[in-house]
Protein backbone atom coordinates (compact mmCIF):
# COMPACT_ATOMS: atom_id res chain seq x y z
CA UNK A 1 0.00 0.00 0.00
CA UNK A 2 3.03 2.55 0.74
CA UNK A 3 4.74 1.23 -2.10
CA UNK A 4 1.74 2.48 -4.50
CA UNK A 5 0.69 5.74 -2.79
CA UNK A 6 5.26 6.73 -3.55
CA UNK A 7 4.80 5.19 -6.86
CA UNK A 8 1.55 7.26 -7.69
CA UNK A 9 3.13 10.94 -5.45
CA UNK A 10 6.33 10.71 -7.79
CA UNK A 11 4.23 9.94 -10.71
CA UNK A 12 2.29 13.05 -10.53
CA UNK A 13 5.40 15.23 -9.39
CA UNK A 14 6.81 14.22 -12.37
CA UNK A 15 3.60 14.80 -14.89
CA UNK A 16 3.96 18.33 -12.87
CA UNK A 17 7.72 18.94 -13.63
CA UNK A 18 6.96 17.99 -17.54
CA UNK A 19 3.47 20.07 -17.44
CA UNK A 20 5.50 23.07 -15.90
CA UNK A 21 8.95 22.45 -18.23
CA UNK A 22 6.15 22.18 -21.48
CA UNK A 23 5.62 25.66 -20.47
CA UNK A 24 8.31 27.04 -19.96
CA UNK A 25 9.68 25.64 -23.30
CA UNK A 26 6.48 27.02 -24.74
CA UNK A 27 6.97 30.94 -24.27
CA UNK A 28 11.37 30.26 -24.44
CA UNK A 29 12.24 30.41 -28.08
CA UNK A 30 15.15 31.94 -27.11
CA UNK A 31 18.56 30.03 -27.04
CA UNK A 32 20.27 29.21 -23.63
CA UNK A 33 22.18 26.41 -21.87
CA UNK A 34 20.01 23.47 -21.62
CA UNK A 35 17.37 23.57 -19.08
CA UNK A 36 17.02 20.48 -16.67
CA UNK A 37 13.20 19.93 -15.20
CA UNK A 38 12.50 21.18 -12.01
CA UNK A 39 15.89 22.42 -11.51
CA UNK A 40 16.52 24.87 -14.36
CA UNK A 41 20.43 25.82 -14.84
CA UNK A 42 20.26 25.62 -11.13
CA UNK A 43 23.15 22.75 -11.26
CA UNK A 44 25.31 25.02 -13.12
CA UNK A 45 25.76 27.75 -10.30
CA UNK A 46 25.31 25.63 -7.08
CA UNK A 47 29.14 25.36 -6.33
CA UNK A 48 31.04 27.96 -8.13
CA UNK A 49 32.46 31.64 -6.15
CA UNK A 50 31.50 34.72 -7.13
CA UNK A 51 33.93 35.15 -9.58
CA UNK A 52 33.09 31.75 -11.11
CA UNK A 53 29.44 32.48 -11.80
CA UNK A 54 30.20 36.18 -12.96
CA UNK A 55 32.62 34.39 -15.97
CA UNK A 56 30.13 31.84 -16.50
CA UNK A 57 27.24 34.61 -17.65
CA UNK A 58 29.77 36.41 -19.45
CA UNK A 59 30.75 32.85 -21.38
CA UNK A 60 27.25 32.11 -22.15
CA UNK A 61 26.89 35.73 -23.89
CA UNK A 62 29.67 34.81 -25.86
CA UNK A 63 28.49 31.24 -26.53
CA UNK A 64 24.11 31.93 -27.23
CA UNK A 65 24.89 35.75 -28.40
CA UNK A 66 22.95 38.99 -27.04
CA UNK A 67 19.79 37.73 -25.77
CA UNK A 68 19.37 34.24 -23.91
CA UNK A 69 17.82 32.66 -21.08
CA UNK A 70 18.28 31.25 -17.82
CA UNK A 71 16.19 29.69 -15.71
CA UNK A 72 16.78 28.95 -11.51
CA UNK A 73 14.06 26.35 -10.68
CA UNK A 74 10.58 28.26 -12.28
CA UNK A 75 12.26 31.75 -12.03
CA UNK A 76 13.29 32.74 -15.50
CA UNK A 77 15.72 35.60 -16.13
CA UNK A 78 16.28 36.45 -19.89
CA UNK A 79 19.94 38.17 -19.78
CA UNK A 80 20.32 40.42 -22.41
CA UNK A 81 23.78 42.25 -23.82
CA UNK A 82 21.92 43.93 -26.76
CA UNK A 83 22.18 48.29 -26.34
CA UNK A 84 18.99 48.60 -28.37
CA UNK A 85 17.27 46.30 -26.09
CA UNK A 86 18.51 47.98 -22.84
CA UNK A 87 17.00 51.38 -23.74
CA UNK A 88 14.06 49.80 -24.91
CA UNK A 89 13.66 48.18 -21.39
CA UNK A 90 14.80 51.38 -19.15
CA UNK A 91 12.59 53.20 -20.94
CA UNK A 92 9.97 51.11 -20.64
CA UNK A 93 6.97 51.34 -17.91
CA UNK A 94 6.34 48.11 -18.49
CA UNK A 95 9.67 47.42 -16.81
CA UNK A 96 9.49 49.69 -13.73
CA UNK A 97 10.24 47.11 -11.32
CA UNK A 98 13.46 45.93 -9.90
CA UNK A 99 14.44 42.51 -9.52
CA UNK A 100 13.97 40.66 -6.44
CA UNK A 101 17.77 40.45 -5.23
CA UNK A 102 17.05 44.22 -5.20
CA UNK A 103 14.82 43.32 -2.36
CA UNK A 104 17.41 41.89 -0.70
CA UNK A 105 19.47 45.07 -0.67
CA UNK A 106 17.03 47.17 0.59
CA UNK A 107 17.34 45.05 4.18
CA UNK A 108 20.25 47.59 3.81
CA UNK A 109 19.43 50.50 2.11
CA UNK A 110 15.73 50.36 2.30
CA UNK A 111 13.28 51.97 -0.22
CA UNK A 112 15.85 54.49 -1.77
CA UNK A 113 15.99 55.42 -5.47
CA UNK A 114 18.03 52.12 -6.54
CA UNK A 115 15.43 49.93 -4.68
CA UNK A 116 12.21 51.80 -5.25
CA UNK A 117 10.16 51.84 -8.05
CA UNK A 118 6.78 53.16 -9.88
CA UNK A 119 5.44 56.45 -8.44
CA UNK A 120 7.69 56.56 -5.70
CA UNK A 121 10.65 56.15 -7.66
CA UNK A 122 9.40 59.09 -9.93
CA UNK A 123 8.87 61.38 -7.28
CA UNK A 124 11.94 60.95 -5.53
CA UNK A 125 13.52 60.86 -8.60
CA UNK A 126 12.63 64.72 -9.75
CA UNK A 127 12.80 65.52 -6.40
CA UNK A 128 16.51 64.94 -6.05
CA UNK A 129 17.49 65.75 -9.90
CA UNK A 130 18.11 69.54 -9.12
CA UNK A 131 21.22 67.97 -6.78
CA UNK A 132 22.55 66.87 -10.15
CA UNK A 133 22.67 70.18 -12.60
CA UNK A 134 25.62 71.08 -13.86
CA UNK A 135 25.07 74.23 -11.68
CA UNK A 136 25.16 72.40 -8.30
CA UNK A 137 27.66 69.76 -9.40
CA UNK A 138 29.90 72.47 -10.16
CA UNK A 139 30.13 74.70 -6.74
CA UNK A 140 32.08 70.72 -5.57
CA UNK A 141 35.06 70.80 -8.24
CA UNK A 142 36.67 73.36 -5.54
CA UNK A 143 36.13 70.39 -3.07
CA UNK A 144 36.84 67.56 -5.95
CA UNK A 145 40.41 69.37 -6.65
CA UNK A 146 41.34 69.75 -2.52
CA UNK A 147 40.41 66.44 -1.56
CA UNK A 148 42.38 64.90 -4.63
CA UNK A 149 45.51 66.86 -3.63
CA UNK A 150 45.24 64.90 -0.19
CA UNK A 151 44.81 61.44 -1.54
CA UNK A 152 47.59 61.90 -3.61
CA UNK A 153 49.79 62.73 -1.23
CA UNK A 154 48.66 59.88 1.14
CA UNK A 155 48.90 57.47 -2.05
CA UNK A 156 52.58 59.04 -2.56
CA UNK A 157 53.25 58.88 1.53
CA UNK A 158 52.43 54.81 1.46
CA UNK A 159 54.56 54.27 -1.84
CA UNK A 160 57.46 55.93 0.12
CA UNK A 161 57.14 53.99 3.02
CA UNK A 162 57.44 50.88 1.65
CA UNK A 163 59.65 51.39 -1.58
CA UNK A 164 59.12 48.89 -4.32
CA UNK A 165 56.43 47.47 -2.64
CA UNK A 166 52.64 47.30 -4.25
CA UNK A 167 49.85 49.26 -2.56
CA UNK A 168 46.21 48.40 -2.43
CA UNK A 169 45.01 51.72 -3.79
CA UNK A 170 40.93 50.43 -3.15
CA UNK A 171 40.75 50.80 0.43
CA UNK A 172 42.62 54.41 0.50
CA UNK A 173 40.23 55.36 -2.47
CA UNK A 174 37.62 54.00 -0.85
CA UNK A 175 38.12 56.01 2.26
CA UNK A 176 38.70 58.76 -0.53
CA UNK A 177 35.28 58.99 -2.20
CA UNK A 178 33.18 58.58 0.52
CA UNK A 179 35.08 61.45 2.40
CA UNK A 180 34.44 64.09 -0.77
CA UNK A 181 30.71 61.98 -0.76
CA UNK A 182 30.53 63.44 3.03
CA UNK A 183 31.34 66.95 2.47
CA UNK A 184 29.54 67.53 -1.61
CA UNK A 185 26.26 65.02 -1.15
CA UNK A 186 25.81 65.23 2.94
CA UNK A 187 27.58 68.72 3.64
CA UNK A 188 29.78 67.85 6.62
CA UNK A 189 33.33 68.20 6.66
CA UNK A 190 34.29 65.12 7.37
CA UNK A 191 38.44 65.51 7.51
CA UNK A 192 38.88 64.32 11.11
CA UNK A 193 36.96 61.06 11.30
CA UNK A 194 39.04 59.28 8.92
CA UNK A 195 38.62 55.80 11.44
CA UNK A 196 34.72 56.23 11.71
CA UNK A 197 34.75 56.38 7.84
CA UNK A 198 37.55 53.15 7.19
CA UNK A 199 35.12 51.56 9.36
CA UNK A 200 32.08 52.53 7.27
CA UNK A 201 34.01 51.51 4.40
CA UNK A 202 34.36 48.05 5.83
CA UNK A 203 30.77 47.09 7.09
CA UNK A 204 29.84 47.87 3.29
CA UNK A 205 32.40 45.31 1.64
CA UNK A 206 31.12 43.11 4.46
CA UNK A 207 27.62 43.61 3.45
CA UNK A 208 27.86 43.38 -0.38
CA UNK A 209 29.56 40.04 -0.24
CA UNK A 210 27.07 38.73 2.20
CA UNK A 211 24.22 40.25 -0.21
CA UNK A 212 26.08 38.69 -3.24
CA UNK A 213 26.44 35.50 -1.66
CA UNK A 214 22.53 35.15 -0.58
CA UNK A 215 21.89 35.95 -4.03
CA UNK A 216 23.58 32.99 -6.06
CA UNK A 217 23.53 30.38 -2.78
CA UNK A 218 20.37 28.34 -3.60
CA UNK A 219 19.24 27.84 0.19
CA UNK A 220 20.45 31.84 1.57
CA UNK A 221 18.07 32.66 -1.26
CA UNK A 222 15.58 31.54 0.22
CA UNK A 223 14.46 34.21 3.23
CA UNK A 224 13.06 32.21 5.51
CA UNK A 225 16.14 30.01 5.05
CA UNK A 226 18.88 32.81 5.28
CA UNK A 227 17.23 33.71 8.47
CA UNK A 228 17.94 30.71 9.93
CA UNK A 229 21.94 31.19 9.32
CA UNK A 230 24.46 32.67 11.72
CA UNK A 231 25.14 35.46 8.76
CA UNK A 232 21.79 36.78 9.39
CA UNK A 233 22.98 38.03 12.74
CA UNK A 234 26.02 39.51 11.67
CA UNK A 235 24.27 41.36 8.35
CA UNK A 236 21.62 42.81 11.05
CA UNK A 237 24.58 44.10 12.99
CA UNK A 238 26.57 45.41 9.66
CA UNK A 239 23.28 47.22 8.76
CA UNK A 240 22.63 48.94 11.98
CA UNK A 241 26.00 50.22 12.30
CA UNK A 242 25.86 51.55 8.50
CA UNK A 243 23.03 53.20 9.72
CA UNK A 244 24.01 54.40 12.45
CA UNK A 245 26.78 56.00 10.37
CA UNK A 246 24.61 57.51 7.81
CA UNK A 247 22.16 58.63 10.77
CA UNK A 248 24.66 60.83 12.71
CA UNK A 249 25.24 62.19 8.97
CA UNK A 250 21.61 63.12 8.65
CA UNK A 251 21.87 64.20 12.20
CA UNK A 252 25.05 66.62 12.12
CA UNK A 253 23.38 68.53 8.53
CA UNK A 254 20.12 69.22 10.25
CA UNK A 255 22.64 71.34 13.04
CA UNK A 256 24.52 72.20 10.80
CA UNK A 257 21.58 74.11 8.85
CA UNK A 258 20.25 75.35 12.50
CA UNK A 259 23.52 77.26 13.01
CA UNK A 260 24.66 78.57 10.29
CA UNK A 261 20.93 80.08 9.53
CA UNK A 262 21.09 79.03 5.95
CA UNK A 263 18.25 81.06 4.60
CA UNK A 264 15.66 79.97 1.81
CA UNK A 265 13.25 82.20 -0.35
CA UNK A 266 9.57 81.14 -0.48
CA UNK A 267 10.20 78.40 -2.72
CA UNK A 268 12.25 76.39 -0.42
CA UNK A 269 15.73 77.37 -2.43
CA UNK A 270 19.23 78.96 -0.70
CA UNK A 271 18.95 82.29 -1.28
CA UNK A 272 22.73 83.37 -1.67
CA UNK A 273 22.45 86.87 -0.95
CA UNK A 274 21.72 86.28 2.74
CA UNK A 275 23.70 83.26 2.99
CA UNK A 276 26.09 82.92 5.72
CA UNK A 277 29.50 83.12 4.30
CA UNK A 278 30.74 79.66 6.12
CA UNK A 279 27.71 77.63 3.79
CA UNK A 280 29.33 77.79 0.54
CA UNK A 281 27.00 75.53 -1.17
CA UNK A 282 24.01 73.46 -1.13
CA UNK A 283 24.59 69.59 -1.08
CA UNK A 284 21.97 66.97 -2.14
CA UNK A 285 21.07 66.23 1.76
CA UNK A 286 19.85 69.80 1.40
CA UNK A 287 17.86 68.88 -1.78
CA UNK A 288 16.07 66.72 -0.15
CA UNK A 289 15.28 68.30 3.39
CA UNK A 290 13.46 70.67 1.29
CA UNK A 291 11.68 68.99 -1.41
CA UNK A 292 8.28 68.08 -0.69
CA UNK A 293 6.26 65.52 -2.89
CA UNK A 294 3.06 64.65 -3.58
CA UNK A 295 0.26 64.06 -0.70
CA UNK A 296 -3.01 62.47 -1.99
CA UNK A 297 -4.32 66.25 -2.54
CA UNK A 298 -1.14 67.07 -5.02
CA UNK A 299 -1.94 67.21 -8.71
CA UNK A 300 0.53 64.96 -10.56
CA UNK A 301 1.93 68.02 -12.20
CA UNK A 302 1.95 70.06 -9.38
CA UNK A 303 5.61 71.63 -8.60
CA UNK A 304 8.50 70.21 -6.11
CA UNK A 305 7.57 72.56 -3.67
CA UNK A 306 3.63 71.84 -3.50
CA UNK A 307 3.14 68.80 -0.85
CA UNK A 308 4.78 67.23 1.95
CA UNK A 309 8.76 67.11 3.48
CA UNK A 310 10.29 63.34 3.16
CA UNK A 311 9.46 61.60 5.91
CA UNK A 312 12.89 60.78 8.22
CA UNK A 313 12.24 57.23 7.13
CA UNK A 314 12.73 58.41 3.37
CA UNK A 315 15.36 60.66 3.93
CA UNK A 316 17.35 58.07 5.62
CA UNK A 317 16.88 55.23 2.64
CA UNK A 318 18.25 58.08 -0.21
CA UNK A 319 21.13 58.75 2.24
CA UNK A 320 21.95 55.51 2.43
CA UNK A 321 21.32 54.59 -0.57
CA UNK A 322 23.62 57.75 -1.73
CA UNK A 323 26.66 56.85 0.69
CA UNK A 324 26.80 53.25 -0.95
CA UNK A 325 26.16 53.71 -4.38
CA UNK A 326 28.54 57.03 -4.50
CA UNK A 327 31.22 56.02 -3.31
CA UNK A 328 31.92 52.55 -3.98
CA UNK A 329 31.23 52.39 -7.37
CA UNK A 330 33.58 55.65 -8.00
CA UNK A 331 36.04 53.89 -5.92
CA UNK A 332 35.86 50.86 -8.31
CA UNK A 333 36.52 52.93 -11.56
CA UNK A 334 38.97 55.03 -9.88
CA UNK A 335 41.10 51.95 -9.20
CA UNK A 336 40.59 50.28 -13.00
CA UNK A 337 41.78 53.96 -14.14
CA UNK A 338 44.95 54.30 -12.15
CA UNK A 339 45.69 50.26 -13.65
CA UNK A 340 45.27 51.53 -16.74
CA UNK A 341 47.72 54.50 -15.80
CA UNK A 342 49.90 52.07 -14.55
CA UNK A 343 49.71 49.35 -17.39
CA UNK A 344 49.87 51.73 -20.65
CA UNK A 345 53.51 54.04 -19.51
CA UNK A 346 52.73 55.92 -23.47
CA UNK A 347 49.34 56.94 -22.53
CA UNK A 348 50.26 57.78 -18.86
CA UNK A 349 52.90 60.22 -20.23
CA UNK A 350 50.39 61.63 -23.16
CA UNK A 351 47.79 62.48 -19.65
CA UNK A 352 50.86 63.94 -18.07
CA UNK A 353 51.67 66.47 -21.30
CA UNK A 354 47.94 67.31 -21.48
CA UNK A 355 47.95 68.47 -17.98
CA UNK A 356 50.91 70.38 -17.93
CA UNK A 357 49.72 71.68 -21.54
CA UNK A 358 46.48 72.47 -20.96
CA UNK A 359 46.47 73.22 -17.16
CA UNK A 360 50.45 73.87 -16.48
CA UNK A 361 52.44 72.77 -13.05
CA UNK A 362 51.69 75.91 -11.24
CA UNK A 363 47.78 75.49 -10.63
CA UNK A 364 46.39 75.80 -6.67
CA UNK A 365 43.22 74.35 -7.80
CA UNK A 366 41.44 73.02 -10.68
CA UNK A 367 38.43 74.96 -11.58
CA UNK A 368 34.91 74.02 -13.32
CA UNK A 369 36.39 75.12 -16.82
CA UNK A 370 40.03 73.44 -16.68
CA UNK A 371 37.60 69.74 -16.66
CA UNK A 372 36.86 70.36 -20.06
CA UNK A 373 40.82 71.25 -21.30
CA UNK A 374 41.43 67.68 -20.15
CA UNK A 375 39.96 65.87 -23.52
CA UNK A 376 42.39 62.77 -23.53
CA UNK A 377 41.76 62.34 -19.92
CA UNK A 378 37.80 62.46 -20.61
CA UNK A 379 38.48 59.22 -23.50
CA UNK A 380 41.36 58.03 -21.21
CA UNK A 381 38.47 57.32 -17.91
CA UNK A 382 35.53 56.66 -20.71
CA UNK A 383 37.42 53.97 -22.43
CA UNK A 384 38.43 52.96 -18.41
CA UNK A 385 34.65 52.31 -17.65
CA UNK A 386 34.23 50.23 -21.22
CA UNK A 387 36.23 47.41 -20.27
CA UNK A 388 35.96 47.96 -16.79
CA UNK A 389 32.38 48.90 -16.09
CA UNK A 390 31.88 49.49 -11.46
CA UNK A 391 28.07 47.79 -12.19
CA UNK A 392 28.47 44.88 -14.72
CA UNK A 393 24.96 43.47 -14.68
CA UNK A 394 21.53 45.10 -13.85
CA UNK A 395 17.78 43.77 -13.17
CA UNK A 396 14.72 44.84 -13.96
CA UNK A 397 10.88 42.77 -13.64
CA UNK A 398 8.58 43.05 -16.33
CA UNK A 399 5.54 44.16 -14.57
CA UNK A 400 3.36 42.91 -17.85
CA UNK A 401 3.40 40.18 -20.96
CA UNK A 402 5.50 42.12 -23.08
CA UNK A 403 8.36 41.21 -25.94
CA UNK A 404 11.98 41.97 -26.17
CA UNK A 405 13.87 41.84 -29.39
CA UNK A 406 10.56 39.78 -30.66
CA UNK A 407 10.94 37.47 -28.29
CA UNK A 408 7.48 37.13 -25.69
CA UNK A 409 8.06 38.00 -22.03
CA UNK A 410 5.65 36.87 -19.67
CA UNK A 411 4.85 39.26 -16.47
CA UNK A 412 7.44 38.68 -13.71
CA UNK A 413 10.25 37.70 -16.15
CA UNK A 414 13.64 39.13 -14.46
CA UNK A 415 15.76 40.54 -16.91
CA UNK A 416 19.65 41.26 -16.65
CA UNK A 417 21.26 44.05 -18.25
CA UNK A 418 24.59 42.53 -19.52
CA UNK A 419 26.42 45.63 -19.53
CA UNK A 420 29.95 44.30 -18.90
CA UNK A 421 29.28 42.40 -22.57
CA UNK A 422 27.58 45.04 -24.08
CA UNK A 423 30.66 46.88 -23.34
CA UNK A 424 32.86 44.32 -25.27
CA UNK A 425 31.14 43.16 -28.17
CA UNK A 426 33.23 43.74 -31.21
CA UNK A 427 29.94 45.00 -33.33
CA UNK A 428 30.01 47.95 -31.17
CA UNK A 429 33.85 47.90 -30.06
CA UNK A 430 35.87 47.08 -32.89
CA UNK A 431 38.88 45.08 -31.13
CA UNK A 432 36.90 45.11 -28.00
CA UNK A 433 39.56 43.42 -25.68
CA UNK A 434 42.43 46.04 -26.99
CA UNK A 435 42.43 49.23 -24.72
CA UNK A 436 42.01 52.23 -26.80
CA UNK A 437 41.22 55.71 -25.31
CA UNK A 438 41.22 57.61 -29.18
CA UNK A 439 37.70 55.18 -29.38
CA UNK A 440 36.00 58.24 -27.71
CA UNK A 441 38.12 60.82 -29.04
CA UNK A 442 35.55 63.08 -31.40
CA UNK A 443 37.01 63.69 -34.64
CA UNK A 444 38.18 66.82 -35.45
CA UNK A 445 34.77 68.08 -37.72
C1 LIG B 1 31.75 55.67 -11.76
C2 LIG B 1 30.80 55.91 -10.91
C3 LIG B 1 29.40 55.32 -11.00
C4 LIG B 1 28.92 54.29 -11.73
C5 LIG B 1 29.68 53.39 -12.70
C6 LIG B 1 27.51 54.15 -11.42
C7 LIG B 1 26.66 53.22 -12.00
C8 LIG B 1 25.32 53.15 -11.77
C9 LIG B 1 24.39 52.25 -12.44
C10 LIG B 1 24.76 51.23 -13.51
C11 LIG B 1 23.17 52.47 -11.93
C12 LIG B 1 21.87 51.77 -12.34
C13 LIG B 1 21.56 50.71 -11.31
C14 LIG B 1 20.26 50.01 -11.61
O1 LIG B 1 19.38 50.57 -12.24
O2 LIG B 1 20.12 48.89 -11.19
C15 LIG B 1 23.30 53.52 -10.93
C16 LIG B 1 22.26 54.01 -10.20
C17 LIG B 1 22.40 54.94 -9.20
N1 LIG B 1 23.55 55.57 -8.83
FE1 LIG B 1 25.34 55.37 -9.69
N2 LIG B 1 27.18 55.11 -10.51
C18 LIG B 1 28.29 55.85 -10.22
C19 LIG B 1 28.40 56.91 -9.34
C20 LIG B 1 27.38 57.34 -8.54
C21 LIG B 1 27.48 58.45 -7.61
C22 LIG B 1 28.74 59.30 -7.39
C23 LIG B 1 26.28 58.53 -6.98
C24 LIG B 1 25.83 59.50 -5.90
C25 LIG B 1 26.44 60.57 -5.52
C26 LIG B 1 25.42 57.50 -7.52
C27 LIG B 1 24.12 57.27 -7.14
C28 LIG B 1 23.27 56.42 -7.79
C29 LIG B 1 21.84 56.31 -7.46
C30 LIG B 1 21.10 57.08 -6.38
C31 LIG B 1 21.30 55.38 -8.34
C32 LIG B 1 19.84 54.95 -8.47
C33 LIG B 1 19.23 55.86 -9.51
C34 LIG B 1 17.81 55.50 -9.91
O3 LIG B 1 17.45 54.32 -9.97
O4 LIG B 1 17.06 56.43 -10.21
N3 LIG B 1 26.12 56.81 -8.47
N4 LIG B 1 24.61 53.92 -10.86
Known sequence: MFYVICVNILVFLIFLAFVYDLKFRSCGRLPGPRRWPIVGNLLEFLWLDSGAIFDRLISYSKQ?????????LYDRTVVCASPSDAKRILTSYKFLAKSDDYGKVSEWIGDGLLVSKGMKWMWHRKAIAPAFSTVALRQFVPVFSRRAEEVCAKLEALADERPGEPVDVLPELKLHTLGVLCETVMGIPCGEEQDRQRQYTQVVEELKSILYWRMFSWFANFNTLFRLTPTKRRFDELVALSRSFTHDMIDRRRKIR????LVFDQDGNIDFERLDPRSKYSPLLDTLLNARLPDG???PNAGLFDGRPLTDEEIQDEVDTFSFAGHDT???AMTFILYNV???PEMQERLYDEIVSEIGTEFSELNFQDLFKLCYMDSFIKESLRLFPPVPIVARIAIDDTYVNMVDIKAGTSVALN???MHR????YPDPER???ERFRKSPD
Do not use: M, N, Q, W
Not at 64 to 72: A, K, M, P, R, T
Open 64 to 72: YGEVYILDF
Open 342 to 344: AKY
Open 419 to 421: IFS
Open 425 to 428: HPAY
Open 297 to 299: TTS
Open 330 to 332: TAS
Open 258 to 261: ERSK
Open 435 to 437: FDP
